[in-house]
T-cell receptor
């Protein structure tokens, strides 16, 4: 049972490039979310989804897009990367209140 | 809006000593409270949660936390720490059960010295 799988684990981008962080889950949870973690800032919610076809913004959505076409997948897209998006990104699903996290994707934007 | 404060950025304790990590929340109604632990290079793992009922909750790895409404606190405790407890600890609050916007504190890094 893989749980929540994030790819890639590490990525370096140049300013202005685009990329997609992948998140896949095999727990059949309806809720999925993306957080970013920055030193001294804790985790901040970027976007979330309560089911296929439904997404909503979190605390820091600017610069990020999401879609949810299936229950299993919730990709996070950066259309034009900026240095301020250098961070560690976590995908999480939720069941009965508890969040289940992936191992994170470390993104550096030069 | 809900918020969480973890006043201690970094705590160092000796192995075998007791531990208390502080968490204060801000929310008007009964909150849903969580403690998560993050080992280096890993995702977050749930230690324990409070939804209702007994204000002292037990979690995994020998941790417990006490919900004190009058103090708006949800402090995490362990009577005797082990070197493997070295990690970062996050308190989180949700406004309602299943609330999608779980708010995290900034974390407390725990160092264990022999």
């Amino acid at each position: 049972n893989a749980g929540v799988t994030q790819t890639p684990k590490f990525q370096v981008l140049k300013t202005g490039q685009s990329m997609t962080l992948q998140c896949a889950q095999d727990m059949n949870h309806e809720y999925m979310s993306w957080y970013r973690q920055d030193p001294g800032m804790g985790l901040r919610l970027i976007h979330y989804s309560v089911g296929a076809g439904i997404t909503d913004q979190g605390e820091v959505p600017n610069g990020y897009n999401v879609s949810r076409s299936t229950t299993e997948d919730f990709p996070l897209r950066l259309l034009s990367a900026a240095p301020s998006q250098t961070s560690v990104y976590f995908c999480a699903t939720r069941n009965t209140g508890e969040l289940f996290f992936g191992e994170g994707s470390r993104l550096t934007v030069l | 809006a809900q918020s969480v404060t973890q006043p201690d950025i970094h705590i160092t304790v000796s192995e075998g000593a007791s531990l208390e990590l502080r968490c204060n929340y801000s929310y008007g109604a009964t909150p849903y409270l969580f403690w998560y632990v993050q080992s280096p290079g890993q995702g977050l793992q749930l230690l324990l949660k409070y939804f209702s009922g007994d204000t002292l909750v037990q979690g995994i790895k020998g941790f417990e936390a006490e919900f004190k409404r009058s103090q708006s606190s949800f402090n995490l405790r362990k009577p005797s720490v082990h070197w493997s407890d070295a990690a970062e600890y996050f308190c989180a609050v949700g406004a309602t059960f299943g609330n999608e916007k779980l708010t995290f504190g900034t974390g407390t890094r725990l160092t264990i010295i022999p």
